[in-house]
Nanobody, 121 residues
């Protein structure tokens, strides 16, 4: 059974940092990525990493504060200079098809249960 388990979320003050992790078990993922969903808002793509090392960021305003990386089947998301608007549930997603390069993380085959990030001003 495929498992994606996120960790590293929490409650922090604005300006702080968090490093989210996601471990993918029993699955060889070609694409691994993050998306988030704030209360009452649509899901938002954050970043995707691919076998071979490339990374895609979906929102220009997040670049420079969000850094996605991958080590084998563990995915990371370093978030710096956190803002209250970053408050959301952060989800990890994975997909083993090479075609996943043409889709966003919300469309990947598997996703985790999420880790909550809450930023206070």
């Amino acid at each position: 059974q495929v498992q994606l388990v996120e960790s590293g979320g929490g409650s922090v003050q604005a300006g702080g940092s968090l490093n989210l992790s996601c471990v993918v078990s029993r699955y060889s993922a070609y694409c691994m990525g993050w998306f988030r969903q704030a209360p009452g808002k649509e899901r938002e793509e954050v970043a995707a990493t691919y076998f071979g090392g490339e990374t895609t960021y979906y929102v220009d305003s997040l670049k420079g504060r969000f850094t996605a990386s991958r080590d084998k089947n563990t995915l990371y998301l370093q978030i710096d200079s956190l803002k209250p608007e970053d408050t959301a549930m952060y989800y990890c997603a994975a997909d083993g098809r090479q075609s996943c390069r043409s889709i966003a993380p919300t469309a990947y085959n598997y996703r985790g249960q999420g880790t909550q990030v809450t930023v206070s001003s």
